[in-house]
């Protein structure tokens, strides 16, 4: 089986039939609906990521990835602390 968008649609379509036809467990039904949207997340955040990459290359940047803490330890990013965050790395930066 493809694991691509078209496989995770037909999955949820499948899940949305037998829900219709008696045959799924709603419980089920809702777990692979869970499961798709956090795979969903994650390709959302890796187009986010290429993008990055796409616009830095584009400006002769380069990308440059740092640690990120989560959860209560998280900086807040909002408005104008946004822009203090270094995505990138210009050429006078590397030398």
């Given amino acids: 089986m493809a694991r691509d968008t078209s496989t995770i649609r037909d999955i949820l379509f499948d899940e949305l039939d037998g829900?219709?036809?008696g045959t799924s467990d709603p419980k089920r039904a809702a777990a692979v609906a869970k499961l798709a949207q956090q795979i969903i997340s994650t390709a959302k955040v890796e187009l986010d990521f290429?993008?990055?990459?796409?616009?830095?290359?584009?400006?002769?940047?380069?990308?440059?990835?740092?640690?990120?803490?989560?959860?209560?330890?998280?900086?807040p990013v909002?408005?104008?602390?946004?822009?203090?965050?270094?995505h990138t790395k210009s050429d006078d930066d590397q030398k």
């Fill in 19 to 21: 829900l219709r036809n």
């Fill in 78 to 86: 909002a408005g104008s602390a946004q822009k203090s965050i270094n």
């Fill in 50 to 75: 290429h993008k990055m990459a796409m616009r830095a290359k584009e400006n002769g940047e380069e990308l440059v990835l740092g640690s990120m803490d989560l959860g209560a330890r998280a900086a």
